[in-house]
Each structure stands twice: as C-alpha cells, then as structure tokens.
DNA sequence: CATGAATGAGGTTTCATTCAT
DNA sequence: AATGAATGAAACCTCATTCAT
C-alpha cells in the first residue's frame, strides 16, 4: 500500500483497529488481525506505534478526551438545567457517532490495576466529579431534596447511560436504537430523574 | 485423608481462582497464578477442570446461577412491590458476600462475540427481563405512566445497580460501603425511582 | 525428550550451546539452533535460562570463573617460577580441555560497552593483575631489569597465550596441536620470555 | 555541488560507519545509525553500497589492505633487522591513526566460519607469514636458535601487538598511550624478544 | 490421585532492504 | 541523486496443556 498518503496512515490504522478490537476485544485482537483489517504489513504498523497497547491508549485517549473536552463547566449566565442537558447531549452524540469506540470502552471494563484501567476509571470519575458537581449544586439551592445521596445518585445517573451505550453497542441487529436516548438527554430534568425514562 | 477430602479440592481451587481473577483479570491471571495460590501443581488442577476457560465460567456460572436462582417468580398473593424489594435485598445480598466474583462480573464484560461474553450477556439479559416483566405489570395496573419507555427504565435500573457494584467492588481502599444501597434495595418504590439514590 | 533426567538437561544445553556458539558466533546463534542440538524444545530451555544471553552469560562465567579459580595466590614457601608455571600449566589444560569454550572467549570480543564485555575485560584484567604481579616481585628481586615495562610485559604474555589459543580454535583441520605450548607452559621462564617459543 | 561531491559521499559515509561500528560492535549498529551519524537517508546508503556487509567488508579491506601493503618485501641489499623494524613501525603507525578501524579489527573476531572472519583470518595469516619468513631467515642464518619454535614465535609476537593493540583501542579514558610501543617497534631486536616490553 | 518437566503454537517486535516519488 | 515510508522475514519469548512417573 505505497500509495496511500502519509498522514492518512495513522488514521487508517486507527480505525481499522478500533473495529478490530470493538469485534473481538483486546486480548483476542492481534496485531496480525489489525494489520490485515488496515491492509498494512506488520512492520508498517510498528512505525506509527509503539505496540498494541499504544494503539489502543491512543483510540481511547482520544474518545475519552473528546468526550470530556466537550463538556463546558457551568457557567452562571445560565440556567443550571440548560447546561447540563447541553452537556449530555453533546455526550450522546459522541456515543452514537462512534459506535465502535463505545464499545470498546463499555467492553474493556478489564480487572482493576490491570493494563488499562486507570485510564478509564479517571475518565469515569471525571463523569461522576461533573454530574456530582451539578446535582450539589441544585441541593444547595433546595431543587433537590437534602436528603438525597448525591454520590449515590451520580453513579445511578453514570450507570444508566453507560448500561444503554452498552445494550446500544453490544446490539449486532441494530434491535436497540439510540433516538429515544437522544430524546431523554434533550428533555432530561434532574429534579425529576424518574422522567428519564419517558419518551 | 487426601481422598476424602476430593470435593475440597475444587472448591479450594475456585476460592483461589476468584481472587486471583478478582485481582488481575482473566488474561493476565496464569494458570501457574492459581496454581500458586491454591497450593496445587499444575497437573493436578487439570483433574478438576479442563483448561483455564473452565474454571472461570464455572465461577460464573455458580455466581451468576445463584443469583437467578435467589429470585423469586411473582406469585398474586403478594403485592408486587413487596416481591420486588425482597428479590432486590437478595441480589445485594448476594453481591455483597462475594465481592471477588462481584469484581469479576462487573469488570470483565469483554467484548460481544469473545471469550466468555455469553454468559453474562444471558444473565443481564434475564434480570433485565425480570425487571422489565415487572414494571410491565405495573404500568398494566396504571401504577407507572403509560408514557414511561419501560425498557428504557429497566437498564436504568440495571445500570444503576451495575454502576454501584462496580464503584464498591473496585474500591481497593472500602471508601465506598454498601450499607446505603442495602436500605435502598429494602425500601426501594419503582413508583419513585428517584427516592433510591436517599438514604 | 521426557526421558533424560532433570539435573542433566541443564549441563546437554550448556554443552550444546557452546558448541553452536563456538561454531557460529553469539549472534549467528539461534535460540532454535541450540534446541535443536539440544533435542530440547524451545519452551524447555526457557525452564533453564532467561534468554539467550543468559545461556552465553553461564558458559562464560563457568568458564572463566575455573580458570581464575585454579590459579593459586603466591606463597613464600615455594619459589615464584615453579608457582608460576604450575598456574599456567592449569590454564593450558583448561584451554586444551575445552575448545569450544576457548574458541568463544578468545572469538567473541565485541566491541567495547557492548553485550558481554564487561565479564572478558573483566577475566583478562584479573590474568594480567596476576601475571603483572609475579614480574613485579621478580623486578624487585632484581630477576628481571629495571628497564622492563612490566605491564607492557603483561599485555605481551597474555596476547601471546590468546593468539596461540585462538589459532589453536580457530583451526577446524587441528593442523595445530597444542603440545609444544603445553610443554612451552611447563618449562617457561620469565626471566628468559625469549625462550618460550623453544621447544 | 552535490553532484562534484560524489566521491565525498562514500567516504563520509565510511568514515562514519567506522566510528559507530567502532562504538557499537557490528552487531548491535543498524543502518539506521549509520544514516543518522552520517547525516543521509536510507535509500541514498544503498546507492553506495549493497548493504550493511559492504560497509563493514570495505572499512576491514580498506585498512587491513593499506596495513599489508605497507609492508615491504625483503630486499637483499640491507640488513634484515632494518626492514624488520621500518615495517612494524609503519604498521604501528597505520594503527595508532586510524583508531576506529583498530578496535573494529581486533574487537570483531567473530566465531569461524561466520559472516566476516575470513577476511581477517587471511589478514593475520599474511601478518603471520611475513614474520615468519623473517624469522626463518634468521634462523638459517644462524641468528636465532635452531630449537626455536619459529612458527609459534610468529604468533607469540602477533599476539603481542594485537593485545597491545587492544587495550589501547578498548581503554576509553586513554590511560594507555602507545609510546612506549612505537619506541619498542623502531628498536625491535628479534633476537632479543624480551627487550621488547622494556622502555 | 498427584506431580511438574516438557511441549510448541502463537504472539510480539525488529530491522535490513526496496522502490515509488 | 536522493528520499524515507513500506515491507516481511526472522528472531524472541510465553504459557496453556499434556503425560510419564
């Protein structure tokens, strides 16, 4: 493949992988498997990375990144709610456009301490850290009940939205879709989490 | 001595195998790992299992099936409500007294057409039925607004309960304690699913 | 080969090693090379050995470690001559009695900072410490002139042992025998260097 | 510019080789550190020369071809001691300008029959030769020993050089300085082989 | 029953060499 | 002439599994 343009091949390669590894996982993925995906030969590979696990940090860096570099910190200029719903908007959207990266990050929820956790156990927490900052806020003002756990009530929030990316990006037949979720993220009200689930 | 003791064996070994999974994940736990931890050589646990893949889906299953097992179908002499918490106070029961194998299945959702996947694809799949089958019921009766995606809701709560396992079981320094999400199983209303995240 | 004893296989590896590193230098040398002289699969030398180096690192250090072992400090109770043959007789003997290990230390001399160095300089620093040792007695004694550059002495001794050595190894037709050394190494004379190269 | 500069390329290049195979052993240099130092790209190396051998064959023939045809042959109409000694002078000259190509020479002795030896086993054969036809013409002529070894006393006196040689070449911090041994060389006695180490 | 030495398939990685630009 | 991205053969090493004792 002497042809394709240089600054294309990182990216070739990096999506390619990411089908890879959404299909099979990481351990099952060789670098083989992603060398025939990307039409590469191995050593081609080993120029643009350092090593499998270089490739998958990076896919994941950058999903993860975009992810919380898309989320605005409040501001006062506006309403509490409006932002937010921004905010998990702007997240739905990643997760829908970027079906195999979900996967791949709802899947390799691999052992603590293990290879690659700590990367996404800070990207979890920076969730839980924005959605924990929001909803303290509301208690303070009185819009939530002080008798609510508010951690608590995070990980509720976090869990629901990765439990449907999950059912979304593990569904081969395409069963699940995404518009309702889309829907709820616009019109979501805390106050009112139950409501979450209407339509 | 030793062949009274055959039985012993493999449950000493799973005990060994749980932790050591819990501890490193199922790729980078070895053979030679719970071999070490179980006191065993190698041969002899080939006696008891049939390769690695064995012993872990067997943990699994066990866990898993015990789960499913400990809950209850819904019978008509009984409000529903009651039924429901009940089977919840079990689950968390049951996730609580194994926190190694909670670990385990909460942190190794591998990618779908890999290793293990189906197992735990099945087992979600029937709590989620469950869940569902219930809050139909409810809506049936009028108690949930018919404008509720109930399916939607379901992996809300599954989410929810997965999230917190999660959070509790990867929590190496017991920051986090279950005690909340046990009064909250026991109180638990599906009518006002927000009031779970309150102490 | 489950058949050879467990103790052995350790010294049929050495052994087969040193005869594929004396044919084919460290790094013409395959760790299938040696398997396959060994009748040893790959996975069993792993049992034995690190890694290759380690199998180049044991030989050399076994090899040199004897023959820095059975040289003998001076004793004043003898006179320095007679000691001082008696020790190269014993290296002569080492040399003679292993070609294989011979022929890699005097042809595997890398460049400097490189892979095994430090082990040969160090073997030959401690050959020419002893022999820089004994010549320095003897110019103090008066046996040798005051003229002499005793290091420069040194090095001259040792290169002509090496050179001689490393002919002999290096000589697949066995053209040269090593009996005139042999005999050489017992009658030496330091006073009279001259005279070695006598029959 | 570039073009009339041709010629100068292929001596850079070479020039530069040796320094790095000098530092590094041959083994452990890639043509990428080669590159690098020589401030070239790959593809232009191989317009040079075919390969990594090339380089190395053309550095050992060049020096070790410039060393032999230093050499003068015996003439009848001077004293043999005379040429004797211009000769070592000239080949201690050629070795202590051309420090790289030194330590390359005498720190790449690789295993018989592996990629380069033969080369430098003829280069030491043709040293050998000459100082043995000395040799034996002074022994004819009655001026050495007819009990002298004179076969052994050639690579005696090879070894010696070589040695000399390289612990100058491998001695970094230039501790050893090679006075003494041009001195020795200029007034190099061969019937008095043991004057050579004094000052 | 129990052992643990031996196996070898399968993966990762390096690097000399080529060739389209 | 010069470039350097691409290649792929060949090496290393691991570890689940077997089997003679």
């Given at each position: 493949m002497r042809t394709a343009k240089k600054e294309n091949r990182r990216e070739q390669i990096l999506a390619c992988a990411a089908k890879v590894f959404a299909k099979k996982g990481y351990h099952a993925t060789s670098i083989s498997d992603i060398c025939k995906k990307s039409d590469v030969a191995r050593g081609t590979l080993y120029l643009y990375f350092e090593n499998k696990r270089d490739i998958f940090d990076t896919l994941i860096k950058n999903f993860t990144g975009s992810i919380i570099q898309d989320i605005t910190m409040f501001s006062k200029d506006e309403p509490l709610q409006l932002q937010f719903n921004r905010n998990m908007c702007k997240m739905v959207d990643n997760i829908t456009q970027n079906k195999d990266l979900t996967k791949i990050i709802v899947s390799e929820a691999?052992?603590?301490?293990?290879?690659?956790d700590h990367q996404l156990i800070l990207f979890y927490a920076r969730l839980v850290e924005y959605v924990e900052g929001a909803l303290t806020m509301l208690q303070k003002n009185g819009d939530?009940?002080?008798?609510?756990n508010v951690r608590l009530l995070s990980y509720s929030l976090l869990g629901t939205i990765k439990e449907i990316a999950y059912q979304w990006a593990i569904d081969g037949g395409n069963v699940l879709d995404m518009d309702p979720l889309i829907k709820v993220a616009k019109n979501f009200k805390i106050q009112n989490y139950i409501a979450f689930a209407g339509e």
């Amino acid at each position: 493949m002497r042809t394709a343009k240089k600054e294309n091949r990182r990216e070739q390669i990096l999506a390619c992988a990411a089908k890879v590894f959404a299909k099979k996982g990481y351990h099952a993925t060789s670098i083989s498997d992603i060398c025939k995906k990307s039409d590469v030969a191995r050593g081609t590979l080993y120029l643009y990375f350092e090593n499998k696990r270089d490739i998958f940090d990076t896919l994941i860096k950058n999903f993860t990144g975009s992810i919380i570099q898309d989320i605005t910190m409040f501001s006062k200029d506006e309403p509490l709610q409006l932002q937010f719903n921004r905010n998990m908007c702007k997240m739905v959207d990643n997760i829908t456009q970027n079906k195999d990266l979900t996967k791949i990050i709802v899947s390799e929820a691999v052992g603590l301490d293990s290879e690659f956790d700590h990367q996404l156990i800070l990207f979890y927490a920076r969730l839980v850290e924005y959605v924990e900052g929001a909803l303290t806020m509301l208690q303070k003002n009185g819009d939530i009940s002080a008798h609510i756990n508010v951690r608590l009530l995070s990980y509720s929030l976090l869990g629901t939205i990765k439990e449907i990316a999950y059912q979304w990006a593990i569904d081969g037949g395409n069963v699940l879709d995404m518009d309702p979720l889309i829907k709820v993220a616009k019109n979501f009200k805390i106050q009112n989490y139950i409501a979450f689930a209407g339509e």
